[in-house]
């Protein structure tokens, strides 16, 4: 995998992941919907940032799908948060994917920011620490 | 297209979070990071030595990177194990990154040359200090590692920032008040 794909990766992971903390944030309200909320934003801000960088790199940004078979059916504020791990989980693998196809130091500085913020949200919706997060499942 | 739309419809999140890629097994010795040179030194390639036998030198800046956070997850390791002996009630709060900080010094020195310097760590007086001594060398950690990570390229760099990852999860679950989410 080269920088690109791994940028473009990382774009689709994060359109999903919008997607999917969108459906979840549905089913929470108060101090979970508000996290949502910032996880939600998150995303979106890597979303932005990844788009830029291929677009700097002459490439066109992969497209968001119309929608996404979701890994587990959300029907509560529990199945709501626990879709919210798994994509952080998923995403923290793909920026370990970016990491280490990074040709330029700055897409490899956001992977690794990127990277460590995913961690850290992992532990917002319940997960516990891991040895290695971002390794590929 | 329906190729593209068939594809969207399985692989779904799962492909989009987590495409093929080079598992962490990756991260053991590349051996294209220091090929290139064998007998440079001596001006021909030596030929009593089976291909098998040909050990590639490893860039000498990743094996330093890599020998400094040995270094320092050696000193989070000595931290753990210290105040675990005198805080027994400690012990299962302190295990998983206890555990996770051996995967880390394992994986580190998969890499040739990689060695790890003996130092001597201090462990505060209470049990809650010393979580929270715990807890700040394993943030401060994950920033050295982080940026050691942004340092390098490929396999090392992917490591370096896992490590650094694991110790900001463990940084902030052991920080003393962390309240629990509710999930």
Redesign the interface.
């Known amino acids: 995998?080269n920088q690109v794909e791994?940028l473009q990766?990382a774009l689709?992971?994060e359109?999903?992941?919008l997607?999917?903390v969108g459906v979840a944030g549905g089913k929470l309200s108060g101090a979970?919907f508000r996290a949502a909320n910032d996880t939600f934003e998150s995303h979106r801000d890597n979303r932005d940032r990844l788009s830029a960088l291929l677009v700097a790199a002459g490439e066109t940004p992969v497209a968001a799908?119309p929608a996404?078979?979701?890994?587990l059916a959300v029907n509560t504020a529990?199945t709501a948060?626990?879709l919210i791990?798994?994509?952080e989980r998923?995403?923290?693998?793909?920026y370990?994917?970016l990491?280490?196809a990074?040709?330029q130091?700055a897409v490899?500085?956001f992977?690794?920011?990127s990277?460590?913020a995913v961690?850290?949200s992992?532990?917002?919706?319940?997960?516990?620490?891991?040895?290695?997060?971002?390794?590929?499942? | 297209m329906p190729d593209r739309r068939l594809s969207?419809?399985t692989v779904?999140?799962?492909a989009?979070?987590?495409?093929g890629?080079?598992?962490?097994s990756?991260c053991k010795d590349d051996p294209a990071a220091g090929a290139g040179t064998p007998g440079a030194v001596n001006g021909k390639p030596s030929t009593s030595r089976a291909p098998a036998e040909e050990t590639p030198a490893v860039d000498p800046a990743v094996v330093a990177a890599l020998s400094g956070a040995a270094t320092l997850v050696t000193q989070l390791s000595q931290l753990y194990a210290t105040a675990a002996r005198r805080f027994p009630a400690l012990r299962a709060q302190l295990a998983?990154?206890a555990?996770?900080h051996v995967?880390?010094l394992a994986?580190l020195k998969e890499t040739q040359g990689v060695a790890a310097q003996a130092t001597k760590t201090a462990v505060p007086a209470s049990s809650q200090a010393a979580l929270a001594a715990i807890a700040k060398q394993e943030k401060a950690a994950?920033v050295a590692h982080?940026a050691a990570?942004?340092k390098l390229?490929?396999?090392p760099?992917?490591l370096l920032?896992?490590?650094?990852?694991?110790e900001?999860?463990?940084g902030?679950?052991l920080a003393p008040g962390k309240k629990k989410?509710?999930?």
């Open positions: 995998m791994a990766a689709a992971g359109h999903a992941a997607y999917g979970r799908e996404y078979d979701l890994p529990a948060s626990a791990l798994i994509i998923r995403i923290a693998a793909v370990g994917d990491v280490e990074a040709e130091p490899r500085a992977a690794i920011e990277l460590l961690a850290a992992q532990l917002t919706w319940g997960g516990a620490p891991v040895a290695f997060p971002g390794a590929t499942p | 969207r419809r779904v999140v799962t989009a979070l987590v495409p890629a080079v598992a962490l990756g998983a990154g555990k996770y995967s880390h994986k994950a982080a990570a942004a390229s490929g396999a760099a992917r920032a896992e490590i650094a990852a694991a900001t999860q463990l902030t679950t989410d509710n999930a």
